[in-house]
């Protein structure tokens, strides 16, 4: 029985370097604690865009939950000088929202105007990892303020950079959970063999069109037109003087630098030893 | 022609055999990776270099790295106690939400892959000289950009640092401890590891990420890459040619100086023997090293450093014209020619 909470509102935009990090602090957390509490910080505070975040220690027993505010202030100074645009803008703990909560967010409100209280299932509860955020709506203002949390649709967002970092470990599904990084050509490889995995799907699905066994669709088209047409005609002569210059270009450098290492290796025998 | 690439390809990889470490292996887990990525995007834009530290510890025969902690640019004012005092209050908090707090090494994101200088030398050889395995991991973000995790660790080679050891730099003690460039650093190989639980986490954004991939290794634009890899190269080049020319001035130096001192005890001795002929006493012999100072040989540090940079820059470029002979000759299959 899946029921998919479909929410609106206000997006959070989360770095999975947040996620790896509350992942590894609760893999690391004290005996008989079954969750772990921590800060995010973001970078700019105009966006809700969390980029960072440090584990709290805490202590938490039946009906009270003591968090460290004198280490997570220190850890916030630190972590301000190497950032100095870092902003605190909300929390994360392990798994459901419970009474606790209430009491962790009254101690971040005193921090953040508004603050995101991040939800990670690390003990995967449903069997798999959700990860909510919620954000605590006030009563009426003036008078006694309750406390209700209204969730937030979370997105994750990456660096172009950490885009690639994530794709190397994707493909860790082998049983060590282990991956070599790969180097050179065989990075080429790599690489052409996946845009050949895409290409064979796309072609079964067009056989599968051009014998009726699926209806074709119309967008689907019209993209693998942008794809066949995005296969620049060139006259084979142009080509030609473009692929020969190009090759020329590079196996001159390698022969260049080929040249300089041997120079190096040569100097150093008659100069130095 | 493929074999050509195919020789290039598979030379890179023979040599860099050659030294690699003979140390303990080294497995990172990937939060640690994402953290490097993430401090050189939000803080190194620029020709600065983004610095951190590494903590993990050592498991039977490997390091594991499994946290790090990145280091405040350099400001004016007082850098070097902020530093200390910094990483002192760093690893105390860290140890109190039980994070590794044995420091094994540091991290350092470079730029075209110019990283051999000194005060790498210096860092790493402080670092390797208080924890054995300690590794420099040399982050490269504008290779990464270019669709590949550029990430690289270094250890000095024990020769390496029995010269740092003896600040010994003169020619004779390189001569002797047999150095080459090549034998500088060894490379220890990677491996990306994770717990369970982030393996959980990667298929749980995999499946949420509504990122498209990007297939950036792909690209054909090469020119930019090489210009500027070529530009430093050309300088260090420069700078080896100096090094060279002083070099050459200073043996010149030596051994007109020799000849010199040889013709002065050449000329005493013939004055002595004349003296000595006329029955004068002969003239003191005079303290000769006093007068002809030998000049100073020049520290060949440098030389070994410049050695191992245009190494790396050619290396580098190597691996990059094999790659962009492979998507040549892809491009030229997909034109249908041929």
Redesign the interface.
């Known amino acids: 029985l899946l029921f998919k909470m479909s929410v609106f509102g206000p997006v959070v935009k989360i770095?999975?370097?947040v996620?790896?990090?509350i992942?590894?602090?609760?893999?690391?957390?004290?005996e008989g604690a079954s969750r772990?509490i921590g800060t995010l910080l973001t970078?700019d505070k105009h966006s809700i865009e969390v980029?960072?975040c440090?584990?709290?220690?805490h202590n938490e027993s039946e009906d009270e939950v003591a968090v460290?505010m004198e280490?997570a202030k220190?850890?916030y100074e630190?972590h301000k000088?190497?950032?100095p645009t870092e902003v605190i803008i909300g929390y994360a703990t392990g798994f459901d929202i419970t009474e606790h909560s209430v009491l962790i967010h009254e101690y971040y409100s005193r921090e953040a105007s508004n603050p995101i209280h991040l939800t990670v299932d690390?003990a995967?509860q449903s069997g798999?990892?959700n990860?909510r955020a919620y954000v605590a709506q006030m009563g009426v203002p003036g008078k006694t303020v309750g406390v209700m949390f209204t969730p937030l649709t979370?997105?994750?967002?990456?660096?172009?950079?950490?885009?690639?970092?994530?794709?190397?470990?994707?493909t860790?599904i082998t049983a060590s959970?282990?991956?070599?990084?790969?180097?050179?050509?065989s990075?080429?490889?790599g690489?052409?063999a996946?845009?050949q995995d895409m290409l064979t799907t796309v072609l079964a699905y067009i056989e599968d069109v051009l014998s009726g066994k699926v209806t074709a669709d119309n967008s689907v088209g019209r993209f693998l037109m942008d794809l066949v047409n995005k296969?620049p005609t060139?006259s084979?002569e142009d080509?030609?003087n473009m692929?020969n210059s190009?090759?020329n270009?590079?196996?001159m450098?390698?022969y260049l630098?080929?040249l300089?290492?041997a120079q190096?290796?040569l100097?150093?025998k008659l100069?130095?030893? | 022609m493929l074999e050509?690439?195919?020789t290039?390809?598979t030379e890179?990889?023979n040599s860099s055999q050659d030294h690699v470490s003979s140390g303990p292996l080294l497995?990172l887990?990937?939060?640690v990776?994402?953290?490097i990525?993430?401090?050189?995007?939000?803080?190194g834009q620029g020709t600065e270099v983004v610095q951190g530290v590494l903590l993990g510890l050592v498991v039977d025969d490997r390091l594991e790295i499994?946290?790090c902690?990145?280091?405040?640019?350099h400001t004016e004012d007082d850098a070097d106690f902020?530093e200390v005092q910094?990483q002192m209050?760093?690893m105390r908090?860290l140890r109190?939400?039980?994070?590794d707090h044995l420091h094994v090494g540091w991290y350092q994101s470079t730029y075209y892959g110019s990283f051999v200088s000194r005060a790498l030398l210096d860092s790493q050889f402080s670092y390797q000289h208080a924890i054995e395995e300690s590794v420099v991991l040399i982050y490269d973000?504008i290779k990464?950009?270019q669709?590949?995790?550029s990430?690289k660790a270094y250890r000095l080679t024990p020769k390496l640092m029995e010269i740092c050891k003896e600040k010994d730099f003169t020619?004779e003690g390189?001569?002797k401890a047999?150095i080459?460039?090549e034998h500088m650093f060894e490379e220890v190989?990677?491996?990306?590891?994770?717990?369970?639980?982030?393996?959980?986490?990667?298929w749980?954004?995999?499946d949420?990420?509504?990122?498209a991939?990007?297939?950036?290794?792909?690209n054909l634009s090469?020119?930019n890459h090489?210009e500027k890899s070529?530009q430093l190269?050309m300088d260090r080049?420069d700078d080896?040619c100096q090094d060279?020319v002083k070099?050459n001035t200073y043996s010149r130096n030596l051994s007109k100086q020799q000849q010199q001192k040889h013709q002065y005890l050449q000329r005493r001795q013939q004055e002595n023997a004349q003296r000595q002929s006329r029955g004068e006493p002969p003239l003191p012999e005079e303290d000769i090293s006093k007068m002809n100072k030998p000049p100073q040989p020049p520290p060949?540090m440098d030389?070994?450093l410049i050695?191992g940079q245009?190494?790396n820059?050619?290396q580098n470029?190597?691996?990059f014209?094999?790659?962009?002979?492979?998507?040549?000759f892809?491009?030229?299959a997909?034109?249908g020619?041929n």
């Open positions: 770095h999975p370097v996620l790896a990090s992942c590894d602090s609760y893999e690391r957390r004290n772990v970078i980029t960072n440090f584990s709290v220690p460290d280490f220190n850890m630190l000088r190497v950032s690390t995967l798999k990892m990860i979370v997105k994750y967002i990456y660096y172009d950079t950490e885009r690639i970092g994530d794709l190397l470990q994707r860790r959970r282990t991956k070599g990084l790969t180097s050179d050509l990075q080429v490889a690489s052409a996946r845009i296969v060139i084979a080509f030609e692929l190009n090759i270009d590079l196996l450098v390698t630098s080929n300089t290492q190096i290796a100097n150093e100069v130095v030893l | 050509f690439i195919y290039s390809a890179k990889e497995s887990f990937s939060q990776v994402l953290k990525i993430k401090h050189y995007q939000e803080e499994t946290n902690f990145p280091f405040p640019q902020d910094y209050e760093m908090s109190h939400v039980n994070i973000p990464t950009a669709g590949s995790l990430l020619p390189l001569k047999n080459g460039f190989p990677i491996v990306i590891k994770n717990s369970h639980l982030i393996s959980v986490l990667m749980e954004l995999e949420k990420s509504t990122v991939d990007k297939h950036e290794l792909l090469s020119s090489l070529l190269l080049v080896m060279i070099y060949r030389t070994l050695a245009i190494n820059y050619c470029v190597k691996e014209t094999s790659q962009t002979l492979g998507k040549l892809m491009a030229e997909l034109q020619h």
